[in-house]
């Protein structure tokens, strides 16, 4: 702090010299024994003189003298670390002072000297130095020997280390002491060479006992020296070679080597030094028990003596499968399947890699459970379970319950078991097969029924021409009972039940049945059609009768029944008989257009779709649809139709329904055109066709002043119309007149615009376009 202070005061006092005197004085660099001052010169002055003088030491001042165009200069044979006055006098040619300037400057301490420059390491060297009286701090500068290379690196005392150096090269160091004023002159340089570079060593375990290490080669090295350490232990091993490899052997298994590697040069110094810590491999673990575990999915559980070193482990068995553990010294193999008969072992893990696999520990699981399991009962009441034998089984356990609770079982080594069985039981045997790992966790279970015990209490009555009721007591075990009556004279009791053949329509409302006649020639047969809401029936003595009556669009069950004095027969088995829909009652056919007609009906009971006809010899039209209407084109003027309309169930069950003849309307005449006639008249002329039975023809006008209408007379091809105003335009319409005095009223219309003079001419607007017809 006192230092700071002083340096504060020098610099006001070297202010205040310069605002006075209107000149500048400062130092421009300083060094132990010198200073170098640098000025601004002064005019007139002819000469410069400086005077060091010792501001707290009884030493001598010194003085220099300089020429007038000089503005820097030193003074010399100063005293180290020392405050100095320094004055500054311009003067002229009488050594008159012009002007002067005074500033207080500290000299730069005592050039240091070098003890021992050294090298540990192979990229840095340590000086060791005497450290002088005001130094604050050193700088060691090191010069590589080929000026390649260049630094400072500033110390606060010795001793000091320059480092990021390279292996094994010469540097000259020298050293220099710095305080406030400056620095000074650096110190006698030394010579010091960095020693070599540590070999960068690899290592690897390759077993439990030994550690191989591998390094690559070192420039200038004559010799490597191997320090191994285990880890915890104070003992050593060290080796000298001159190979870049070496193994350590008659390690412990599983435990941590520590190896240090120096490189050696020719002048027997030692260089730097690596460390790397290398882990032996495990020991081999000992399976200690394999067992085989029960419960819905089958594995086995592993365990294993902890090893040292180890980091994980991996339980592996014969046929592939494995788990592995890291903090426990067991795990678990699931989805074993049964009878399987292995070995497992355990290998230990750990940064330098597998141990030895422990010897194999064999282990079997339980047996699968037998198949193809049966009870054969070749004699009443003597029974037995039968199975398909399974491999890896000690013996087999067999349970044999019956439905009211009984249960038995039997052990055996072999593949069967007997059992006294009674009639009209169910039984359920499983068979369990054993070993060492136990047994299997499920079996298939087979039930089997012993035949029902014979019924007792039968006894017969008679309840009808053909029925016999057989009555006894319930059995055990009997699910069916079946009675059998074996005919023991000639008299027959009863009529059979006749069979329905075949059923045909005989006209809209009858159909004939066909039956069979399994009786003799004086049976009655009746026939019975069962409907919704009616019943028909019909009676014959031979294979056939007709039912009658019988309504469109039902559906009825038809059975027979046979019947003699004896009585009657069971009810044969009943068909399905179906009428046909039934016909609309009403059909219209109307004209839409000259060429196309809606043709609408009502609904039939029992129609599920229509096929509507139009027929004449000129061609015929025809729709098929689910609708009650259909709209059919291609119609011929003029022409009469014959209606017909077929009516279909869904089952594809058809009625073929007729109606009333419909005729098209009467043909549209052709080529009608406008002509101006005499008198200011109008003349409307067309063609008719061929097949136009129409005696008359009304033709209408209209115009934008006036309408016309014109009947024409029988058969006439024209009309004639007196026009009250000339040069109108007119929508002509020419249509035959039907029988009933009915205009058809959807043929054609067409423009015409007449001019006023002129003759048989007329203008046609067509579509917005007009042409002179």
């Known amino acids: 702090m006192e230092k700071t202070w002083k340096l504060l005061i020098f610099l006001t006092m070297k202010q205040i010299c310069t605002a006075e005197n209107d000149i500048t004085f400062t130092v421009f660099t300083v060094t132990s024994k010198s200073m170098t001052m640098q000025w601004t010169g002064h005019s007139g002055a002819t000469s410069y003189k400086i005077t060091a003088t010792p501001k707290s030491s009884p030493e001598r001042s010194v003085f220099v003298q300089f020429s007038g165009d000089t503005v820097m200069g030193s003074v010399n044979s100063l005293s180290p670390n020392t405050v100095y006055t320094m004055h500054f006098e311009a003067m002229d040619d009488a050594l008159n002072v012009l002007s002067s300037a005074e500033t207080e400057e500290l000299t730069a301490p005592e050039v240091p000297s070098i003890e021992q420059a050294y090298s540990k390491h192979s990229d840095s060297i340590t000086v ?24 400072e690196t500033t110390v606060s005392s010795s001793p000091g280390t320059v480092v990021k150096l390279h292996p094994y090269t010469h540097y000259k160091l020298s050293i220099i002491s710095i305080n406030a004023g400056g620095r000074s002159q650096p110190s006698y ?9 540590a070999p960068m060593l690899n290592s690897t375990s390759p077993d439990g006992d030994t550690i191989l290490v591998i390094w690559s080669p070192v420039e200038y090295a004559v010799l490597y020296s191997l320090c191994v350490i285990q880890q915890g232990s104070i003992s050593r091993l060290k080796v000298n070679t001159t190979d870049n ?24 110094r030692a260089g730097d030094d690596l460390t790397v810590c290398q882990i032996t491999r495990p020991p081999s673990p000992d399976v200690i028990h394999v067992q085989v575990t029960q419960g819905r999915a089958l594995g086995i559980a592993v365990y294993w003596v902890f090893v040292q070193g180890a980091e994980e482990y991996l339980a592996w068995t014969t046929n592939g499968q494995n788990c592995t553990a890291t903090t426990n010294n067991y795990c678990y193999i699931s989805a074993v399947t049964c009878g399987q008969n292995h070995s497992v072992s355990v290998t230990a893990f750990n940064s ?55 249960e038995k079982f039997c052990n055996t080594t072999g593949s069967s078991c007997h059992f006294f069985c009674m009639c009209g039981y169910t039984y359920l045997t499983s068979v369990f097969p054993y070993n060492q790992a136990g047994s299997s966790p499920d079996a298939h279970v087979q039930n089997y029924t012993t035949i029902p015990c014979c019924p007792e209490g039968v006894s017969l009555e008679s309840v009808s021409s053909e029925t016999l009721e057989v009555t006894w007591s319930p059995v055990k075990g009997a699910e069916l009972y079946e009675t059998t009556a074996v005919q023991a004279d000639e008299a027959i009791h009863s009529p059979c039940a006749p069979d329905i053949l075949n059923m045909t329509q005989s006209n809209h409302s009858s159909y004939t049945v066909l039956l069979t006649a399994p009786n003799d020639q004086n049976t009655n047969y009746t026939v019975a059609a069962v409907g919704r809401y009616d019943t028909h029936t019909c009676h014959g003595r031979n294979s056939s009768c007709e039912l009658t009556e019988l309504p469109c669009g039902s559906t009825y069950d038809v059975t027979a029944v046979a019947t003699t004095t004896a009585g009657t027969s ?162 002509v319409v020419a249509a035959p007149v039907g029988a009933d005095g009915v205009k058809v009223s959807f043929c054609q219309q067409r423009t015409y615009s007449v001019p006023c003079k002129g003759f048989n001419a007329a203008l046609v607007i067509s579509r917005g376009r007009r042409s002179i017809k």
Not at 189 to 196: D, E, G, Y
Not at 374 to 382: A, D, K, L, M, W
Not at 637 to 645: E, F, M, R
């Open 128 to 151: 060791e130095f005497a450290e002088v009286v005001g130094a604050t701090s050193y700088i060691l500068r090191a010069v590589s020997q080929s000026h390649d290379f260049f630094s």
């Open 189 to 197: 340089p030394i010579k010091a060479r960095t020693v070599l570079m």
């Open 245 to 268: 490899t070496l193994t350590f052997g008659d390690l412990e298994a599983g435990t941590t080597y520590c190896i240090k590697g120096t490189a050696w040069d020719s002048e027997g």
């Open 352 to 406: 330098a890699g597998p141990s030895t696999p422990s010897p194999p520990a064999d282990y079997v699981t339980y047996p699968c459970p037998p198949d193809n399991i049966r009870v054969e009962e070749p004699n009443t009441g003597n029974c037995t379970v039968v199975w398909d034998e399974v491999p890896l089984v000690e013996f087999y356990m067999t349970f044999i319950k019956r439905d009211d609770g009984t």
């Open 570 to 731: 069971l009810t044969g088995y009943s068909k399905v008989l179906e009428t046909g829909p039934c016909c609309p009652t009403s059909m219209n056919v109307s004209q839409v257009t000259q060429a196309m007609t809606n043709v609408t009906w009502s609904a039939g009971h029992g129609a599920h779709s229509f096929i509507a006809t139009l027929t004449s010899p000129r061609g015929h039209a025809k729709c098929h649809t689910m609708d009650i209407h259909c709209l059919m084109g291609c119609i011929t003027c003029g022409t009469n139709y014959s209606v017909t309309l077929e009516a279909i169930s869904s089952t594809g069950h058809m009625s073929e329904c007729k109606y009333h003849g419909f005729s098209s309307s009467a043909c549209c005449p052709t080529n009608v055109k406008l002509y101006r006639w005499a008198n200011n008249s109008l003349r409307v002329y067309w063609r008719t066709s061929w097949s136009s039975q129409v005696q008359q023809h009304v033709v209408e006008l209209y115009g934008t002043v006036a309408n016309y209408t014109c009947l024409a007379a029988a058969n006439n091809k024209y009309c004639d119309i007196q026009e009250e105003t000339c040069g109108d335009v007119y929508t």
